[in-house]
């Protein structure tokens, strides 16, 4: 279900009742498929990519003061303080599909206010609304685990891109061409934020997915530049999770590396819960005196778990019900696994 007619059309509106809208949006495939197919309907604004934190809070409002937009758009960003909304004195509408939180003076589309088993991702309530690119709106539905219905329309439009009639998402991912533009999705989201830019502009004016994928024009060969030297360092660390993952006994699997640059947490997890279904995955990264990690499971409702190992501890954590983010200091990190280990 997602939306309803009467959200589409409310949301439909608010994108074209505005003249110089700013979009902040999530960095994983989802929150910039959201934000690419919402501003390549409008052709106007100003999109912000929320890379150093899981939240919008009011230090993100200086942001909104320097662009002077109309309207504010957030998308697939789970945290919204009310500090931010209050501060900036702008229309909001916020756009997600993680646990509803109750925030005030906001227009706030989610699908699990009406229905708590409702996970549509947030670039399917975009392609609800724009209805056009039907191939970001397949990368950021697929790249969440979600077999969007307009699934089979992508296949005729681009039959080579799924091959065979894969039936869950992450055999998508892991063995098609649009597995392949996932990651590349995913990697061009890697490094310094103004490189991260560049990349997200470029893709706003990519009308196919074979410019990247065949490298047809200038702006495809840009991106995928860009992945290859982000995959250069992924594959590496792959090799040695995958490693770790084998060595378990138990049904834990725990990967740390050092990086203070480029995070693969999310997608080392994901790779490792599809090799490995039956185990629970914790792959971290450690940066300025903290364990950033991303915590998967096939079949184990996470948050609750998350929290309770948290109390007394200095991080915070939470998600989906079965991926989710954790921040925690580096002193308080193995306190935090014994405690995850006994809990699962």
Not at 66 to 83: H, M, N, T
Not at 85 to 102: A, C, G, R
Not at 205 to 227: C, M, V, W
Not at 242 to 266: G, M
Request: glycine share 6%; aromatic share 12%.
């Amino acid at each position: 279900m997602a939306l309803s007619s009467i959200q589409i059309h409310q949301l439909r509106e608010h994108l074209d009742n505005c003249k110089k809208p700013l979009f902040f949006f999530d960095d994983d495939q989802d929150g910039l498929c959201a934000f690419l197919q919402l501003y390549r309907y409008k052709r106007e604004g100003k999109g912000i990519i929320v890379k150093t934190t899981p939240k919008l809070g009011s230090v993100f409002a200086d942001k909104v003061k320097e662009y002077g937009p109309d309207k504010v758009f957030i998308l697939d960003l789970a945290v919204v303080e009310q500090d931010f909304i209050d501060e900036i004195k702008v229309p909001v509408v916020w756009v997600d599909h993680h646990s509803p939180l109750e925030i005030y003076n906001v227009k706030y589309f989610n699908p699990r206010l009406s229905n708590w088993e409702d996970n549509h991702p947030t670039s399917y309530m975009c392609h609800q609304v724009v209805q056009q690119d039907l191939w970001l709106g397949a990368i950021g539905c697929v790249a969440d685990w979600f077999l969007p219905p307009f699934l089979n329309e992508f296949k005729k439009e681009f039959p080579d891109l799924i091959d065979k009639p894969y039936k869950t998402a992450p055999d998508i991912i892991y063995n098609t061409k649009l597995g392949h533009l996932i990651r590349i999705f995913s990697f061009v989201l890697k490094g310094k934020t103004n490189e991260v830019m560049k990349c997200i502009n470029v893709l706003t004016r990519i009308d196919s997915p074979y410019e990247i994928l065949n490298r047809e024009t200038a702006q495809g060969r840009f991106l995928y530049k860009h992945y290859e030297q982000a995959n250069k360092a992924y594959e590496p660390l792959l090799k040695d999770a995958l490693k770790a993952a084998e060595k378990t006994k138990d049904n834990l699997v725990l990967f740390t590396y050092n990086d203070d640059k480029t995070s693969f947490t999310s997608d080392l997890g994901n790779e490792l819960i599809y090799r490995h279904p039956g185990k629970v995955i914790i792959v971290g990264r450690e940066k300025n005196d903290e364990m950033k990690c991303s915590i998967r499971a096939s079949r184990i409702i996470l948050p609750p778990i998350i929290e309770k190992c948290l109390v007394g501890l200095e991080g915070y954590g939470g998600g989906h019900e079965h991926a989710c983010g954790l921040n925690v200091k580096a002193r308080d990190f193995d306190e935090f696994v014994k405690r995850f280990r006994e809990m699962i």
